[in-house]
């Protein structure tokens, strides 16, 4: 049987949403072991002094399996 722990990490990507989830997996990838899933919690985005999108970001939960 395994157990499983659930932490939040909060990415952004001045490129897009999907940029600013595959870096916030990249970091978790490298702090974490046995990472499984991830569920998107949250989406949002900063709008820069031109009125355009500066920055996406993304607030995941990330599942990994803890070691015995």
């Known amino acids: 049987m395994s157990v499983a722990r659930v932490t939040e990490i909060k990415a952004s990507s001045k490129k897009s949403f999907d940029d ?19 569920w998107i919690k949250e989406q949002e985005i900063s ?9 996406y970001r993304v ?3 990330v599942t990994f399996i ?3």
């Open 20 to 38: 600013a989830i595959a870096v916030g997996l990249s970091r978790a990838n490298k702090t974490l072991k046995n990472v499984k899933g991830a």
């Open 59 to 61: 607030l995941m939960k």
């Open 47 to 55: 709008i820069g002094d031109n009125g355009k999108i500066d920055e």
């Open 66 to 68: 803890l070691n015995d």
